[in-house]
């Protein structure tokens, strides 16, 4: 089955950019999705298609696929942005949505 | 304004059956991919199963041949069948529409995520 690594976590201070990477084989041929989940909320979708916005999320947080490696950025991290965020993708071969394992954001 | 509303969660024996429901108000399930997506408690999002508007549908393999994912259109609802369950089906299920571009696409992310029901799983 199709497996999708993040880091467990990622800690930095505010203002600074903050950058999630997700790794899969041939990840380039799939199409990215990224969430944002908060403590007692349903997940937001926060990133489609690799890289393309919903609306009303914000310009600092963008996202890119190349290679084996999709990146959701996070420029001028806010408190607010603390969350887990978590990649996924279908798998066409065996028609399954996977997840990444999820990366902790922690603003200090 | 579109909402999906689960309900049916609760505290169930190994090996006992559940069936969650998926109300939604706003898109039409049967013009739309619909899924289902759990969270362990401390653990991360694991999709479980999908039923696409030509009413196919796909499972996990840790729920296959223990779930069904069905819809009824005339009442706009979603639901996932849960039988013999085990203690790691412990989770909060939200139900998700598949979706996010001009035109829905199978392979498209879940834009539109319902609150969750809590199923918990114990002797």
């Known amino acids: 089955s199709y497996v999708l690594t993040q880091p467990p976590s990622v800690s930095l201070a505010p203002g600074k950019t903050a950058t999630i990477t997700c790794e899969g084989n041939?990840?380039?041929?799939?199409?990215v999705h990224w969430y944002q989940r908060k403590p007692g909320q349903a997940p937001v979708l926060v990133i489609h298609?690799?890289?393309d916005r919903p609306s009303g999320i914000p310009e600092r947080i963008s996202g890119s696929n190349s290679g084996n490696t999709a990146t959701l950025t996070i420029t001028r991290v806010e408190v607010g942005d603390e969350a887990d965020y978590f990649c996924?993708?279908?798998?066409?071969?065996?028609?399954?949505?996977?997840f990444g394992g999820g990366t902790k954001l922690t603003v200090l | 304004e579109v909402q999906l509303v689960e309900s049916g969660g609760g505290l169930m024996q190994p090996g006992g059956s559940l069936r969650l429901s998926c109300a939604a108000s706003?898109?039409?399930?049967?013009?739309?991919?619909m899924s289902w997506v759990r969270q362990a408690p401390g653990k991360g999002l694991e999709w479980v199963s999908v039923?696409?508007?030509?009413?196919?549908?796909s499972y996990a393999d840790s729920v296959k041949g223990r779930f069904t994912i069905s819809r009824d259109n005339s009442k706009n609802t979603l639901f996932l069948e849960m039988k013999n369950l085990r203690v790691e089906d412990t989770a909060v299920y939200y139900c998700?529409?598949?979706?996010?571009?001009?035109?829905?696409?199978?392979?498209?992310?879940?834009?539109?995520w319902g609150q969750g029901t809590m199923v918990t799983v114990s002797s």
């Open positions: 998700a529409r598949v979706g996010g571009g001009v035109i829905p696409t199978i392979s498209d992310g879940f834009d539109i």
């Open positions: 706003g898109i039409s399930v049967s013009n739309n991919h």
């Open positions: 039923i696409y508007m030509s009413g196919g549908t």
């Open positions: 041939n990840l380039l041929s799939k199409s």
């Open positions: 298609n690799d890289s």
């Open positions: 996924q993708v279908w798998d066409s071969s065996s028609d399954h949505r996977v």
